[in-house]
């Protein structure tokens, strides 16, 4: 009877410890499986620039401007270019490979190897945005009231000049087969309710297409390989290279505050509903909504942020909240929500979509890897 007994405790002991072992494999494949690597695997890089006075991210870098002298770095913090602009603070534009500067009526152009291509006045008025192609660039102006775009060829010749009567202009930019095709995003508010207006053209020679949002505020604009996206105060629109809408999905009460374009050819949208909490903004929570390059909705999921986050971006496969205790990194659905603190005393100031956040503390600026 004794030595039976001790055989059952012996058979006992070696289930548990085969049950305890199948358990620690299924716990260590679940951790593998839905636990990612960390979002901020690289190290924290510091900008050589010292004194920065405006800090200007573009898709693949980012611009700094100290007093006269604007430097590009790319999304690692590596310096690629130096040059000495014309006039203190200029605003700039453009991206490593052909940038833009602008102040009063004056505007540079800058090459890949940072220096200035050209440096011409624009009718004496008063620059207000500037845009950049592939071989034309567009300057914003107001004049006599009214606002107008003026644009010109690489070399300073003027190509076409649009008139915009008692209308805002609120956006430009390039897009299509090398950037070649200008698109302009106007506010009309003298009707009852508010009309958008996004008009495309092939600079000197034609108007392409016009697509109007009744009753809405249009606020942006995305051009994507096959598409272009409007978004406005109640929808993300899709649209067609004939202007036909491909899809349509509703926003209202929500704003966009990144977006990220996938290699698939869909398109990510990160949303947020601000709240004014003790003076400042905070952003109690997100819409995540991701469109395929057919133009359906595959994913759109509301997800909560920590307290007192202030701003939010998001990768491929990560939501970043930046609180004043630092960055949360989280997935997409809100899950596995980490605290990375990389300094004291450091604020989100800015991203590089998809790639890289630019952060501040004090004087100093630093990008901090996301991939």
């Known amino acids: 009877m004794r030595y039976q007994a001790k055989q059952r405790i012996r058979h006992t002991l070696v289930w548990v410890i085969i049950l305890l072992a199948i358990a620690a494999v299924a716990v260590g494949i679940f951790v593998r499986v839905l636990r990612p690597a960390p979002v901020f695997s690289a190290a924290i890089t510091q900008l050589d620039a010292s004194s920065v006075e405006n800090i200007t991210p573009f ?33 700039v534009g453009g991206d490593e490979k052909r940038a833009c500067a602008w102040q009063g009526s004056q505007v540079v152009l800058v090459n890949s190897q940072g220096l200035i291509s050209l440096d011409q006045s624009v009718h004496g008025a008063d620059i207000r945005l ?26 300073g010749r003027e190509l076409d000049s649009l008139l915009f009567p008692d209308q805002s202009v609120l956006d430009m930019g ?22 958008s207006r996004l008009q495309m053209y092939n600079p000197g020679k034609s108007i392409t297409g016009r697509i109007t949002l009744n009753g809405q505020v249009a606020y942006r604009v995305i051009p994507t390989a ?6 406005s105060t109640r929808y993300i629109n899709n649209w067609s290279n004939t ?42 929570m997100v819409w995540y909504c991701h469109i395929d390059a057919g133009g359906r909705t595959t994913q759109y999921r509301r997800v909560s942020m920590p ?12 939501i970043v ?31 590089i979509p998809g790639q890289s956040v630019i952060l501040q503390s004090g004087q100093e600026f630093f990008l901090q890897s996301m991939e």
């Not at 299509?176 to 009707?191: C, I």
Request: glycine share 10%; hydrophobic share 40%; charged share 20%.
């Open 307 to 318: 307290v007192g986050c202030e701003d939010a971006v998001i990768t491929s496969s990560h």
């Open 59 to 91: 898709e693949t870098g980012v611009f700094a401007v100290n007093e006269d002298q604007l430097t590009c770095y790319d999304p690692t913090g590596k310096n690629l270019w130096v040059t000495k602009l014309p006039q203190r603070n200029m605003a």
């Open 321 to 351: 909240a930046a609180t004043g205790d630092g960055l949360y990194t989280m997935n997409l659905d809100g899950s596995n929500c980490r605290l990375y603190q990389p300094r004291p005393d450091v604020r989100m100031v800015g991203h």
């Open 130 to 155: 500037v845009s950049v192609g592939a071989d034309m660039f567009a300057a914003l102006t107001v004049e006599d009231d009214q606002f107008r775009v003026r644009v010109y060829n690489q070399n």
């Open 243 to 284: 202007n036909d809408m491909l899809s349509e999905q509703m926003i209202y009460g929500w704003s966009v505050i990144d977006v990220l374009k996938d290699k698939a050819g869909g398109i990510a949208f990160c949303m947020g509903s601000t709240e004014i909490s003790g003076g400042g903004h905070s952003l109690p």
């Open 226 to 231: 096959k598409s272009i996206y409007t978004v």
């Open 174 to 195: 390039f897009f299509g087969d090398n950037n070649s095709q200008l698109w302009v995003l106007v506010l009309d508010t003298h009707a009852t309710l508010p009309i």
